[in-house]
């Protein structure tokens, strides 16, 4: 009873702590108690609920991630523009004036501008460069020289001894364009070559074939199956996998977005399939990402002597004696009888949860019994604590001044301080009345 009531301590102080700092380790925020991805769409990657770098075209301003102004590329914010697009180019009149992003000369790709000159270095594609200028190749050519001659058509066109011819047959993307008999080499994805003159369309679900009835490669989710006489493709038996193979009842790989679901006993033994492609991981309370293949591991543990860490992920932790390690691979809970060693500055930071880089088997200087936790100071009790005669950090608040007004816990970092307190509080009372139970 007493292990199950700190147990419940420490997790009722975890929540209270998750809503005072409102984060999650890694690229992941707290949404409802929860650790879910960063909300902002246009955000490629956050850490601690906060963005660190936004997508193309989105800059960094007022803790979003905001459009870049029109025709840039990459910005640190909404108006400091560091590349602009293609064919256009970054303009700065004066230090204090905004910037912009002008289009170059016609059919130019890469232009500089020096002393209000405006040179171009590289043609879009579909121009050639002559004299400093980029001129428009033939009609439906990408790559020429000159005005005269192609070297390259565009997909669809076959050189001819008159410029870019169009390929004869719907979904050809290659062919020799001299007529009158203009030759196909190449057909768009699902189709195959017939006589060399026109495309036909593959089997069903089939992507790449050498005829209509002989596939070579399928579509995700279906497996093929190969004939004396042809070849065809047919659904896996599992749903969401990507890849099975013939009729088997098991998968290989699943789809993006989807664990593959086996146990930790298999997966040691070199089991490659599963029979379960699940969309989420509520049936395990561990996920383990190798060569791209997410496993969700049924059994509720971990291969290879790892652990799952805070977020439900099973890694390898580096930590001697920690119980519970951090998705970043620092510990937010020792073994019993160890401590987590920290800075009381680190403790009552705002904005971090409680992690420790070591497990130490002796505290030198001052510790607190936090959660179910024993947290060692390498400096001094944090703030709302002071040392008793054992070196304990116990509960200490300063009374206010009488003569102050309004709100005492009005910053952000006070309120954290308040709830972290009220958390370690519970704790204690459920320990003190686990011990009445007994």
């Known amino acids: 009873q007493i292990k199950n009531m700190k147990v419940l301590a420490f997790l009722v102080g975890l929540a209270i702590l998750g809503i005072a700092w409102g984060n999650c380790a890694g690229p992941h925020m707290s949404i409802n108690g929860t650790c879910q991805a960063c909300l902002d769409q246009n955000c490629e990657d956050c850490t601690q609920g906060f963005c660190v770098d936004c997508n193309e075209k989105f800059g960094f301003k007022d803790g979003k991630c905001q459009p870049c102004f029109e025709n840039c590329l990459e910005c640190e914010d909404p108006i400091g ?72 058509c565009n997909t669809g066109y076959g050189k001819s001894a008159t410029g870019c011819a169009k390929c004869k047959g719907e979904g050809c993307l290659s062919c020799d364009g001299d007529s009158p008999a203009i030759t196909c080499y190449a057909c768009e994805p699902k189709k195959w070559v017939e006589g060399g003159l026109s495309c036909k369309d593959c089997g069903a679900h089939c992507l790449e074939c050498k005829s209509g009835s002989e596939c070579m490669a399928c579509e995700p989710g279906y497996y093929l199956d190969k004939g004396l006489m042809s070849s065809s493709c047919y659904k896996c038996s599992v749903d969401n996998c990507d890849i099975c193979k013939n009729d088997e009842k098991q998968c290989y790989q699943c789809m993006p977005g989807h664990y593959k679901a086996i146990t930790s006993k298999e997966f040691l033994s070199g089991k490659e399939t599963t029979s379960i492609c699940s969309p989420d991981c509520k049936v395990a309370n561990a996920a383990w990402s190798e060569s791209n293949m997410t496993y969700c591991f049924i059994d509720k543990s971990c291969p290879n002597n790892m652990k799952v860490n805070s977020i439900g992920q099973c890694q390898e932790c580096p930590i001697d004696g920690c119980t519970l390690c951090a998705a970043n691979q620092t510990c ?23 992690y420790a880089p070591v497990c130490s088997s002796n505290c030198y200087k001052y510790y607190l019994p936090d959660a179910g936790r024993d947290i060692c100071f390498n400096d001094v009790c944090p703030a709302g604590y002071k040392p008793n005669h054992q070196n304990k950090c116990i509960v200490y608040i300063k009374p206010e001044p009488t003569t102050s007004t309004g709100d005492s816990f009005s910053s952000p970092a006070q309120k954290a301080s308040l709830l972290l307190l009220l958390a370690i509080m519970f704790a204690q009372q459920l320990n003190n009345l686990s011990t009445y139970l007994i």
Request: glycine content about 8%.
């Open 81 to 152: 523009c560091i590349k602009c697009d293609v064919g256009f180019h970054l303009v700065v009149e004066s230090k204090d004036s905004p910037q912009s992003c002008k289009a170059c000369p016609e059919n130019c790709g890469v232009c500089q501008e020096s002393d209000g000159t405006v040179t171009c270095s590289k043609c879009q594609l579909g121009a050639f460069m002559k004299d400093g200028k980029c001129l428009k190749c033939p009609a439906n050519c990408d790559v020429c020289n000159s005005e005269n001659s192609c070297e390259v």
């Open 332 to 354: 937010v809970a020792c073994n019993e009888g160890l401590y987590l060693e920290i800075s009381a500055s680190d403790f009552m930071g705002e904005g971090h949860p409680i």
